[in-house]
């Protein structure tokens, strides 16, 4: 069955660290997303991609970065990791197209001390 | 933008009570989907229904996108529907915006 994989689930770091969290998806699907929860926020975009080599800023992009090199996999890259980063974060895909159903990953919890 | 409320904020109930969750959004939208987070914090998706009424066995939402109103049902809940409930919006060449959330308890 198609599936969407986030590794690591759980990561520790310090502050200035660079990370990188990994979203691969099996469903050959154009589109995927990162997202960011933290309680009192719900669910907020951090980046999304159309396609191979398309890159977007979403609402709260600044200190991530993202890069496309292929249909299967969007890493989502903090820069230099701030306490502020501290949150779970998810990766979605869906088929091209704006507003197609979009399919989650089970998340990525990341601890910033 | 758009902005997404979600009502109640809280829901406790009886194992086998029903219920019905409302996702209001302040513009027109053509796209709409809800989902559950359950307690292991996996998303689910529940429907993608940007108008009209779809049920999926004790399950059922409808959405009327021209009064900016959708409806989540649950019938006979069990401790397993436990969890938040989120409803996400979206116009064409926009992405989904997500609104905060109905976490449920189910009490057994």
């Not at chain 1, 689930?9 to 050959?28: D, F, M, P, S, Y």
């Not at chain 1, 980063?85 to 998810?90: A, D, G, I, K, N």
């Not at chain 2, 399950?59 to 649950?74: D, M, N, P, Q």
Request: proline share 4%; aromatic share 10%; hydrophobic share 30%.
């Amino acid at each position: 069955d198609a599936e969407i994989t986030q590794s690591p689930r759980h990561k520790i770091t310090e502050t200035g660290r660079q990370v990188t969290l990994a979203c691969h998806q099996t469903w050959n699907h154009n589109n995927m997303f990162w997202y960011r929860q933290d309680l009192g926020h719900g669910l907020r975009l951090i980046h999304y991609s159309y396609g191979v080599q398309d890159t977007n800023k979403g609402e709260v992009s600044d200190g991530y970065s993202v890069s496309r090199s292929n249909t299967e996999d969007l890493p989502l890259t903090l820069e230099s990791a701030a306490s502020s980063q501290t949150s779970v974060y998810f990766c979605a895909s869906s088929e091209a197209g704006t507003n197609q159903p979009q399919h989650f990953g089970d998340g990525t919890r990341l601890s910033i001390l | 933008g758009i902005q997404v409320e979600q009502s109640p904020p809280d829901l406790i109930l009886q194992e086998g009570a029903n219920s019905t969750l409302r996702c209001n959004f302040s513009d027109s939208v053509n796209n709409l989907q809800w989902f559950h987070q359950n307690p292991w914090g996996q998303l689910i998706n529940l429907f993608y229904i940007p108008s009209g009424t779809k049920q999926n066995g004790r399950l059922s939402a409808t959405t009327v996108a021209t009064e900016r109103y959708s409806l989540l049902y649950i019938s006979s809940s069990q401790t397993t529907d436990s969890g938040v409930y989120f409803c996400a919006v979206g116009l064409y060449g926009q992405n989904f915006v997500f609104g905060p959330g109905t976490r449920l308890s189910v009490l057994p």
